[in-house]
């Protein structure tokens, strides 16, 4: 396939309309309102950072800004010869994406390389070109739907291998490398993204990168017109920053519209072969609950290696993440903020229509078998208050049948005491790192 002139819809006259409607105000298209509710209550989903430079392990396309004529021509013609993930296996990253407590998955459709993992007919420089050759859009979102986990795609508007191909400089920011003032651009954004939302049937959620303040071209615009349903999260809704150059951060305090919060396992969004650190699972299930305790979504990410495979370091995280959501899935999923975020280490969700509260006990460690009492000033119980431990019964300590692991509560004047055991052997040496959940029915602001 080559790079080519796209068909009637990328006439001129289209493109002038696309971007007279990205200047109306919100009135003509945005999300819809049940759909930023589903978002609020799903709360996790999973980021997937995969394309062609897997291969040598570099940061995902920004290599290529700045980058010597004989390091892009060896990236745009050499790499997609060489890339060949047989070890890559849909099916497997989705059935782990579904223990994991995943809701929704966000796939990198087209990086700022340009580079398709899908098969498309505006450019050469695509999936269909590898000696691997199969559609992994197609398999990815065929595998994921199978588990029920919702669809979302990642775009880039940028595109280094037009501006290649043109002769135009790589950059982000210059105006000639914006879709907006570069026409040859804007006609294979346009023509792109209509195959994506045409060829893989209804697309849950639409994550659309660029230069921060800059136009996308009237895709939004586009998406709402083909797909009314479709949730764009970057782009049209709050994605909290530290700064200009990362969104790996959280907001200090509640925030009163929905927000999603995207997270690299290490430090890089793609797999890096070496001189990468890891945070470990329980900082991510900790960053998971501050998420939902402030009312936003987490998008957690894994980078593929070159062969397909997660690597050890991130499958690892997945799993004990598996474990914990297993146990608290249901103070993660269609909570809200309580009307305090956190006392100390224990912090808060509500469930979206009960009264009832979830109390994540962070901190040191909890002990198995013993016995913890617990003060809370910010919740009240009622006569119909019922209080258990997330994950198990209260009513046996393994191997202890004389101990009672019963979880006790009284409502005095200075809060709520609460007396529990964590009575659930999780590991095999019985330590288990990352927090417990005290559930509270029927409860009430104090």
Known sequence: MTLRNVCAFTKTTTRIALFFLAGLSVSYAENKPEKLEWLKDAG?????????????GTVISHSLVGASPEYAKDFFEELPKTFNPTRFDADEWARQAKISGFKYVVFTTKHHSGFCMFDTDTSEFDISSTPYKNDIVAEVVDAFRAQGIKIGFYFSPDDFHVLWKQGT??????????????????DVNVAQMKELLTNYGDIDVMFLDGPK?????GLKELIWEMQPNCLITRGAIKTPEISASTTQSLPEEVLDVPWEAN????????????????????????????????GGTMLLNIGPDQSGMIPHEQNRTLIEMGAWMMLNKEAIYEVRPWHVIREGDIWYTKKKDEDTVY???????WTWGTRRNFLLEHVKASKKTEISVLGQTSKILEYYLDVDPSVRWEQTDHGLMISAMRAQRIYNDRKWPNPVVLKIT?????
């Open 44 to 56: 996790f989903g999973l980021f997937i950072h995969w394309s062609v430079d897997a291969q040598i």
């Open 169 to 186: 400089e790589i950059t982000r920011t210059k105006p000639e490398a914006l879709p907006e003032n570069n026409p040859g651009l804007y």
């Open 213 to 217: 303040g800059h136009n996308d071209g």
């Open 263 to 294: 997270f690299t396992m290490g430090t890089s969004w793609q797999f890096k072969p070496t001189n990468e650190t890891y945070k470990d699972g329980g900082l991510w299930i900790q960053n998971l609950i501050e998420t939902r305790a402030k």
């Open 359 to 365: 109390a994540f006990v962070c901190g040191d460690p």
């Open 442 to 446: 029927n409860a009430k602001l104090p």
